[in-house]
């Protein structure tokens, strides 16, 4: 089984967004029994808090079911538990590798890595552009997917 975890920020926009598309693309794929797939935050301001209503409305938008949700905060007894932490933008990397002591094991990865690219998702909460994030989460989803099937992993 492989164990994943999407992080941004709040955990209420772009990590929600990518749980509900990765689940999603792995149920479609006929997968979920080998994938663990979940989301956390990099700081507490949303903790408790439910998806940004943008999200919801993109997903539902697309046809993707939410996964059900509330936010919470990544923290170093998390890392054992997965094997890829996906963060969204270079400042989500830079607190996840500050958070999980450096990373050891090198299991820290930037979504759209998975994609050829080295470019930030944008937060929504600030852009307000729901049709780019998520535009740009299904990107890195097909990515990671296609990824995992080639290494073996899926």
Known sequence: ??????????NICRSPLAQSVFAYLVQEAGLSD???IDSMATSTE?????????????LREVG??????RARQIAWR????????IGMDNWNMKNLRR??????????YKLLS????????????????FDA??????????????????SGAL
């Open 46 to 58: 949303e903790i408790g808090n439910p998806p940004h209503w943008g999200t919801v409305q993109k």
């Open 133 to 150: 994030t998520y535009a740009d989460v299904l990107e890195g989803c097909n990515g990671l997917l296609e990824y995992l099937r080639g």
């Open 99 to 108: 958070m999980l002591r450096g990373d050891p094991e090198g299991k820290v």
């Open 114 to 129: 998975f994609a050829g690219s080295d470019r930030d998702i944008a937060d929504p909460w600030y852009t307000g552009d």
């Open 34 to 36: 080998d994938c663990c």
């Open 64 to 69: 993707i079911p939410l996964v059900p949700h």
């Open 78 to 85: 998390d890392y054992a538990r997965f094997d890829f932490i």
């Open 1 to 10: 089984m492989v164990r994943i975890v999407f992080c941004c920020h709040g």
